[in-house]
């Protein structure tokens, strides 16, 4: 079979099934397995697809992105095991900035007992950490329905005077050439901040968010620690090779 036909074939049945494994590809194609992961490199070069752990996957639109509702299930196990291990980065007396957002918000159970100071734009974060006792400040703004998050001209402007020990961020893309994005170009101004305001920056994100490019940039790459859940052996060498990479086993 041609490359071109095994392309179609490939983008025909990730366009129908939005995940499928590398076997059936083979199965599919007739062709070898190390033939369909070669295939399956070059189509996420082109942005077709994004590599998942043992096959490929539909990627997301630009603009596409899920309530706190929506969000708060999926994943479960991957993002409390991302959460707990960002959580062990904290140390007596850090300042640190928690952005708005499922995973970061399962980090407020496991912060440690210690003298810290919280600052966040994640409005579902506050009864948590209040009462977890953190001293907890949380930036102004206009409030984002669908993530609740603090965004806009108010949550810059209230930001600009604090500085950061630590920013733990969330985000709805990780790519290795188009760096960290979410959907909505104010909630990136917003992380953008954070991450110019803080000594050191952890981005959390289990691996369904490697290899997505959503419509707006914060943040390149290389400015941040990227902790997530398995990744294939390619995709986690590639990123490894641009940031300091915490892969954590579920």
Avoid: W
Wanted: proline content about 2%; hydrophobic content about 35%.
């Amino acid at each position: 079979m041609l490359t071109d036909e095994r392309y179609g074939l490939i983008l025909e049945r990730v366009k129908q099934q939005d995940i499928v494994k590398i076997q059936e590809l083979v199965e599919v194609t007739g062709s070898s397995e190390s033939t369909i992961r070669r295939d399956l490199t070059e189509l996420e070069k082109k942005k077709y697809i994004k590599r998942v752990h043992g096959g490929a996957k539909l990627l997301k639109g630009k603009l596409q992105e899920l309530s706190v509702s929506e969000k708060t299930s999926k994943s479960l196990q991957e993002k409390q095991r991302i959460a707990q291990y960002a959580s062990s980065q904290v140390e007596e007396g850090d300042c640190i900035f928690i952005d708005a957002g499922t995973t970061t918000q399962h980090m407020i159970p496991f912060l440690p007992e210690k003298e810290i100071v919280v600052v966040t734009n994640g409005l579902m974060h506050v009864k948590a950490l209040l009462e977890r006792g953190f001293k907890t400040y949380l930036i102004g703004g206009f409030v984002k329905p669908k993530t609740n998050a603090m965004i806009g001209r108010g949550a810059l402007e209230s930001m600009r005077d604090y500085r950061f020990d630590k920013a733990f961020m969330g985000t709805n893309g990780v790519h290795s050439e188009f760096g960290y994005t979410t959907p909505d170009p104010e909630e990136a101004q917003v992380k953008e901040l954070a991450i110019s305001l803080s000594r050191e920056t952890f981005v959390l994100a289990d691996d369904s968010k490697v290899g997505e490019i959503a419509f707006a940039k914060f943040g390149d790459i290389k400015e941040a620690a990227l902790i997530t859940n398995e990744l294939e052996a390619e995709t986690a060498s590639r990123y490894t090779k641009q940031t300091r990479v915490k892969v954590v086993t579920i």
